[in-house]
């Protein structure tokens, strides 16, 4: 008797599409700043959100398998209720068609959950950063500055050392 193990490896899927968002995300933090972008207008404005999503798909059969046993019926609704209809002409069949609509689901929802207090940690590690250079240049000036005078000066090199931070802290 041969016993096949199956693994749902779905949530894998999407906390890899998470950590690919989180570094656009970042590219975003340094290039701008600003105000978290939001993830279909701005994330998604070149398609780079759906390129993500898109190249989470599994391809080979035996994983389009494997994923269609634990979530075949949920990605055909999936289908069903953003397209009206499992109908249509999907390259990859209309299963593999729901399972990047259920990718994209669950990382719009952990961006909805964590998306906002990542990008204002990394605000409060730039303020943080140029109170910091304003207090050591208010020292050597030998003056008392208020360092919120100079927090809206950081440069795009901050916010690189503010994300470069945030990356060694976080492994």
Known sequence: ?????????????????????????????IANGGDLPDLYNDLDYDGDFTSLCDSAVPIYTYQLDELAYFHHAAALAALTDTYGSIDGAWPMGPFAAGLYLLIEQGVAERYEQEAA???EQWHNDLQDLAAERCQDAATLAGQDEDPADYVSLTTRDDRLTVIDNWRKSAS
Do not use: G, Q, Y
Not at 1 to 28: F, G, H, N, Q, Y
């Open 117 to 119: 207090d990542l990008w």
């Open 1 to 29: 008797m041969l016993t096949a193990t199956l693994t749902d490896r779905l949530p894998e899927i999407i906390d890899s599409v998470w950590d690919d968002l989180v570094e656009l995300m970042r590219d975003k933090f």
